[in-house]
């Protein structure tokens, strides 16, 4: 068994998605093995997403990130990072396929509901920055 970081972001957790999101998370196979709700602070934003510090929107993503409260969780499966990739479908919402989640409760590439760690080495960083 596998692990990975999921969150669920300022946008879905405003539209009220938090519990259908966790809903499909649990019904697609995956064990919410931690969780928890914060309001990330400026510092956790950009300690969190500081691999991206020097993107031209990194500004922008670190205001969304702290604009309201965030679900954290520690998800396991089998393949658990790709596994969860596929179900929350492609970075910009409006290229995701229909049925994932981003295609479901999000909006475009910044507002896109969710974050998945990218490789297990990745998700054991992201895991340990949170819990
Ligand atoms: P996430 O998977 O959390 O990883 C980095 C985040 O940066 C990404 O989801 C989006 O929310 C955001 N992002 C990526 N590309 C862009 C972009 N071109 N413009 C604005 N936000 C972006």
Do not use: C
Request: glycine content about 6%; hydrophobic content about 35%; charged content about 30%.
């Amino acid at each position: 068994m596998k692990n990975t970081l999921a969150i669920i972001k300022p946008d879905a957790m405003q539209k009220g998605s938090k519990e259908d999101i966790r809903k499909d998370i649990m019904d697609n196979g995956f064990k919410i093995v931690e969780e928890k709700t914060i309001h990330m602070s400026e510092e956790q934003a950009q300690g969190f997403y500081d691999i991206h510090k020097d993107k031209p929107f990194f500004g922008e993503l670190v205001e969304f990130m702290t604009s309201y409260k965030s679900h954290i969780m520690k998800l396991e499966k089998e393949n658990a990072v790709s596994e969860w990739r596929n179900l929350m479908g492609a970075t910009d919402s409006t290229k995701a396929e229909p049925g994932t989640i981003r295609a479901k409760y999000g909006t475009d590439i910044s507002m896109n509901a969710t974050h998945g760690s990218d490789s297990d080495e990745n998700a054991e960083k992201e895991i340990s920055f949170f819990f």
